[in-house]
């Protein structure tokens, strides 16, 4: 600009600009502000913030106990597990500085593991991307696929050796069968791993929440549900809702099996962010919410839907490098199946939905929901390098329930260097029958897993608040031939018991070893091996678990309440 513009004879019109630019930077930052704290204020909190609304007691078990997962995306420092702690006595504070660290690191790296799969000789590659169209043909980044739907095109073709690769960053929604044996699910490109929900839709976006005539705090979602919600989850987590769950009694009255209130509609739904879901009948889900409307009050919702994410059809299959959650039943589910491999996965927010109503002569109706599952018999069965968080049941299992006419073995199982936290179990098994049939467990490997938390977080609304444990046999035969191997595991606090093994006799339980023991003090240790005592965690469990699970060199630390 010349400088003749700045002259005298300019010098109003430079006046009128410069205020006229104030006003503007004025305005300007004066929304900036507003913008900034109205994202606050919707949802209560800044993004990772952890402030209350109206009193929710629905909050995740980090809230409610200051122990949150640091666990991301963002570089964590590694921080090495610490030593020459056996026989102390910390304060929480002190157990998370000390334990927390090293664990979170552990998060970060599974979180940011490279993609290494490639195609089997003469296998064949397809690419799924939210940039995809479905008119594609999947063969490659450019020509991928939109959404899991399109993989119904390629059926056909796909063989043993093929890789379908799913696009890092992208969000599918919906449910995946991986039924054509040999074939590997992957991730390919930068950024998050590519991850599949088994909610159908942002529900801060997608329908409306309309208040109810019968109260101004429960507001009905305009779209309706079959499937069972198992939970509602806000804001990617940073709160969810508690179900209403209703118990029948002899003489006739329902109660909220979770408050224990009498509970006969939706009407009676009284505490914040409980929701009730007549999946039975109209479908309709209604949820108490103070403050105003979900949809302004949160960014995201999303429901549990009563889905497996990955229902495992076929042997030989290997995911890898996804993120899998919110499904109502389970993330990955297998029956009796061969070679099943899960590889630096992600699960969140997995279960709670209904299971059932009135089995194991219950008179309310059984929610259920693990993180991996094979029901049935397995060889070669692997997971590694997976983080687990929120699971209504079961982080890892294998298990199956026979009268005998069906044996099942169980054998090459390996789960190895895994972060499990915030789940009922981080691994339960368990196998029904006699001893003398050809029903049993073989080559088991439990190892260098991290596992944190058993009994908070989403289970803490079950009803059955006294059956979590980090392992978990329940009292089922669990016949044992050659090794079984629990080693150089951190079992880090339980509200119930760190561990359970338990079996028809001593010699069928797992051989522990090495492993690390973070528990309050005086609280539980576990169960003996035939399941009739309860041990506490006191001065005495160093001699325990050498007699209960022959763990001759343990590391214990004790917390105080």
Request: aromatic fraction near 10%.
């Amino acid at each position: 600009m010349s400088n003749k513009f700045f002259s005298r004879k300019n010098a109003p019109v430079i006046a009128l600009v410069s205020v006229s630019l104030a006003i503007v930077i004025a305005l300007v930052s004066v929304l900036t502000v507003f913008l900034v704290k109205s994202g606050k204020d919707k949802g209560g909190s800044s993004s990772n913030g952890n402030s209350d609304i109206s009193g929710n007691n629905s909050s995740t078990q980090g809230e409610d106990n200051g122990l949150l997962n640091k666990g991301s995306y963002e570089k964590v420092p590694y921080v090495p597990m610490p030593t020459g702690l056996n026989g102390k006595t910390l304060s929480e504070s002190e157990m998370l500085s000390k334990y927390r660290g090293y664990t979170d690191w552990r998060i970060y790296t599974i979180r940011t593991t490279k993609d290494e799969i490639k195609p089997a000789a003469g296998g064949t590659a397809y690419y799924l991307s939210n940039r995809g169209s479905s008119r594609n043909d999947g063969s490659s980044p450019e020509k991928a696929f939109k959404n899991l739907n399109d993989l119904g095109k390629i059926k056909s073709k796909l063989k043993a050796g093929d890789v379908i690769y799913l696009e890092r960053g992208s969000i599918f929604r919906g449910q995946l069968v991986a039924d054509v044996e040999g074939v590997t699910y992957a991730a390919y490109g930068e950024g998050k791993k590519p991850t599949i929900y088994a909610s159908p839709g942002n529900a801060a976006e997608r329908g409306e929440w309309k208040q109810t005539k019968e109260n101004k705090n429960i507001y009905r979602y305009s779209i309706a549900f079959k499937d069972d919600i198992g939970t509602i989850v806000f804001n990617e987590g940073e709160k969810h809702a508690i179900k209403c769950i209703i118990r029948t009694e002899a003489d006739g009255k329902t109660y909220n099996n979770t408050t224990g209130k009498e509970f006969e509609t939706y009407a009676d739904l009284d505490e914040n962010l409980h929701f009730y879901h007549d999946y039975s009948g109209s479908g309709a889900l209604y949820l108490y919410c103070k403050g105003g409307n979900p949809a302004d009050l949160f960014d995201s919702i999303e429901f549990n839907v009563k889905k497996h994410i990955i229902s495992v059809k076929a042997d030989n299959i290997h995911i890898d490098n996804l993120c899998l959650k919110y499904g109502g039943a389970h993330g990955i589910a297998g029956g009796t199946r061969s070679g099943l491999t899960v590889t630096n996965c992600e699960f969140q927010w997995i279960g709670g939905s209904i299971q059932a109503e009135g089995i194991f002569g219950r008179n309310y109706a059984t929610r259920y929901g693990n993180a991996v599952e094979i029901y049935g018999g397995c060889n070669g069965y692997k997971i590694s390098n997976c983080y687990f968080n929120q699971v209504y049941d079961a982080a890892t299992t294998f298990q199956y329930s026979t009268d005998g006419s069906s044996d099942k073995v169980m054998q090459n199982v390996d789960i190895s260097d895994n972060v499990m936290e915030n789940c009922n179990y981080s691994f339960e098994y368990f196998l029904s029958g006699g001893l003398e049939t050809t029903s049993y467990m073989k080559d088991i490997k439990i190892k260098n897993n991290l596992m944190w938390y058993a009994g908070y977080g989403l289970c803490e609304q079950r009803p059955d608040k006294t059956q979590d444990a980090h392992i978990k046999s329940w009292n089922h035969t669990n016949a044992r031939q050659g090794t079984f191997q629990i080693t150089d595991n951190l079992f880090a606090i339980a509200r119930n018991d760190l561990v359970q093994s338990n079996a028809r006799t001593g010699s069928h339980s797992p051989d522990y070893s090495n492993n690390t023991y973070i528990q309050f003090k005086g609280g539980n240790l576990g169960t003996s091996r035939d399941a009739t005592l309860k041990v506490e965690f006191g001065n005495m469990v160093a001699q325990m678990l050498l007699d209960m699970l022959g763990d001759a060199e343990p590391t214990i630390v004790y917390v105080k309440k």
